[in-house]
Nanobody
Framework: QVQLVESGGGLVQPGGSLRLSCAAS????????IGWFRQAPGKEREGVSC????????YVADSVKGRFTISRDNAKNTAYLQMNGLKPEDTAVYYC????????????????WGPGTQVTVSS
């Protein structure tokens, strides 16, 4: 059974950093695309950064480029999102998701989701 569990969210001041983790189980992690998405109240879920297993590319949203970095440790079945220079507009619930065939960073392409972790950026 595919399972994803996010951790590492919390309250941070503007300019601060957080590292989110996504622990995966129940599937061959290194064969699957992995992505981080976020959803703020009243807004649609958006792709933040994704690594595709199909074409090997990494996708990063323009809004976080230069501040957020996605990575994965296949030996630990874990994906990470390092977030630096956090801004109030980064406040959202952050989700990790996976799919065997996904290319790009559109939420509709991913069919397995974690429950999410709240990130709040505020002074």
């Amino acid at each position: 059974q595919v399972q994803l569990v996010e951790s590492g969210g919390g309250l941070v001041q503007p300019g601060g950093s957080l590292r989110l983790s996504c622990a995966a189980s129940g599937f061959t992690f290194d064969y699957f695309s992995i992505g981080w998405f976020r959803q703020a109240p009243g807004k649609e879920r958006e792709g933040v950064s994704c690594i595709s297993s199909r074409d090997g590319n990494t996708y990063v949203a323009d809004s976080v480029k230069g501040r957020f970095t996605i990575s994965r440790d296949n030996a630990k079945n874990t994906a990470y999102l390092q977030m630096n220079g956090l801004k109030p507009e980064d406040t959202a619930v952050y989700y990790c998701a996976t799919d065997r065939l996904a290319v790009g960073c559109s939420a509709i392409a991913y069919d397995r989701w974690g429950p999410g972790t709240q990130v709040t950026v505020s002074s």
